[in-house]
């Protein structure tokens, strides 16, 4: 995500330009797809995993995960962000939906470019701008079927883990691989800066310098991702989900979900959940 905007509530936008490094991790709850169309490769660290938008590639991922771009080479890239009402309407294959809520994000390498990528992001931007409905009716479209073949493109194998020459960032990437593997379980700072074999303040020092917030703040981030999935996808009551998001206490997942959604979770449950599965009502 472009750090400069923000998005709330959830509406259709992209826009296009030069990356610019995220002072911090972000999360907001739609879909977004990334193109670099000039220059090198964008680096984000996104959930547990390094994950790099080579030039010609196209990704999308549920930005509801963590995320933060911490490295940049890319002089000209595009954006758009689809609701997440609006893609779960979509109807994709469940298991390419679970994959997306899980926390993979689909990448297609270079060699899977295709020659009407930079004409259609850039008749996108176009459409977005516009205030025609029929425009952005066909832009939707157009969307879906693009993130449907990149579905079919994008490996099906983990991204590599990061070996750049950069060792906080390495560091940092050890400990927020080890926060998205264990974020269910309780957690001290000590557990996460032995990860990254660092004294505990050593450790804090890099994560703030990297991740701009605290190892708190986003296990928090990471356990309202885990919430928002299981929210849609299963039919857990609410104390299962904030149980298995790894909250000690409902009341504690009630408090930092409305805090972070604007809206309790089952009302959230209510206004995402697929067309496909049912739950009981739950109060508010």
Known sequence: MHPQIEIAPPALVGWAGRPILMDTAHQHDD???????EGGAMLYLFGGETVEVGPGSVAAF??????QLVANDATRAHWVHVPFATFLGWGLPTALVGRLLSGTPLIAPPSAARESDPASFTQWAADLASEDPERRRILLLEVEARVRRLALDAPQEPAPEYA??????????AMVRHLAEHFREPLTVADVAAAARLHPNYAMTHFRKI?????????????????????????????????????????RFYSAFKNECGVPPAVYRRQHRRPSMKSPPEPS
């Open 164 to 173: 750049g020459g950069d060792p906080a960032l390495r560091h940092v990437v």
């Open 31 to 37: 879909l977004e797809i990334n193109f670099v169309a």
């Open 211 to 251: 991740v701009r917030t605290t190892v708190i703040d986003y296990l928090t981030r990471c356990r309202l991702a885990e919430g928002r999935r299981l929210l849609v996808t299963t039919d857990l009551p609410i104390a299962a989900v904030a149980s298995d998001s790894g909250f000690a206490s409902v009341s």
């Open 62 to 67: 549920w930005a509801a995960v963590p995320h």
